[in-house]
Nanobody, 108 residues
Framework: QVQLVESGGGLVQAGGSLRLSCAASRDIFPMTWYRQAPGKQREFVAIITRSGHTNYADSVKGRFTISRDITKNTMYLQMNSLQPEDTAVYYC?????WGQGTQVTVSS
């Protein structure tokens, strides 16, 4: 079974940036980022296909950029202008497989 491993989370001040990575054990595009804030349901953030087509949640458009390196089976999420409401555990997902999640905390 494919494995997904996220990395890159952390604590950042409002207005700051973080870059998340999700490494897959094999080619498994399209790949998707989701996030789950405390007490809330998991929500869609962004998706990228193998060819590079992307789509974003309205809440992150213009601030987050999803990208991928097909040679490394890896997906990235560049998060800029972070706000406290972006605080959540971020998960990558592909073909019914979830990563373990990485915590992103944005302080005001």
């Amino acid at each position: 079974q494919v494995q997904l491993v996220e990395s890159g989370g952390g604590l950042v001040q409002a207005g700051g940036s973080l870059r998340l990575s999700c490494a897959a054990s094999r080619d498994i595009f399209p790949m998707t980022w989701y996030r789950q804030a405390p007490g809330k349901q998991r929500e869609f953030v962004a998706i990228i296909t193998r060819s590079g087509h992307t789509n974003y949640a309205d809440s992150v458009k213009g601030r987050f950029t999803i990208s991928r390196d097909i040679t490394k089976n890896t997906m990235y999420l560049q998060m800029n202008s972070l706000q406290p409401e972006d605080t959540a555990v971020y998960y990558c997902h592909a073909q019914s497989v979830w990563g373990q999640g990485t915590q992103v905390t944005v302080s005001s």
